[in-house]
Nanobody, 123 residues
Framework: QVQLVESGGGLVQAGGSLRLSCAAS????????MGWFRQAPGKEREFVTA????????YYTEFVKGRFTISRDNAKNTVYLQMNSLKPDDTAVYYC????????????????WGQGTQVTVSS
């Protein structure tokens, strides 16, 4: 059974940084694309970023480009989300996901989700 466990969320002031981690188990982690979604209060869940199986290809939604960086360590079965220059609008629950393929494609739906970690950015 695939498990995704996020950590690293918390409260930070605007302009600050946080690093989220997602530890994966239950499948050959290095074979699959991974990603992050988020859901703010009262809003729909939205795509944030994704990374290919090798880590060589990354994808970002427009509102985080230049501020967020996704990376992965296949030896540790872990994917990371470095978030810099955080804004109050970044406040949300952040979810780690896996995709059933090696390369991300925007038409794909994730096949597994973590439980989420709360990120709160104060102004």
């Amino acid at each position: 059974q695939v498990q995704l466990v996020e950590s690293g969320g918390g409260l930070v002031q605007a302009g600050g940084s946080l690093r989220l981690s997602c530890a994966a188990s239950g499948r050959t982690f290095s074979s699959y694309a991974m990603g992050w979604f988020r859901q703010a209060p009262g809003k729909e869940r939205e795509f944030v970023t994704a990374i290919s199986w090798s880590g060589l290809s990354t994808y970002y939604t427009e509102f985080v480009k230049g501020r967020f960086t996704i990376s992965r360590d296949n030896a540790k079965n872990t994917v990371y989300l470095q978030m810099n220059s955080l804004k109050p609008d970044d406040t949300a629950v952040y979810y780690c996901v896996t995709y059933p393929v090696s390369y991300y494609n925007h038409v794909l739906t994730p096949d597994y989700w973590g439980q989420g970690t709360q990120v709160t950015v104060s102004s």
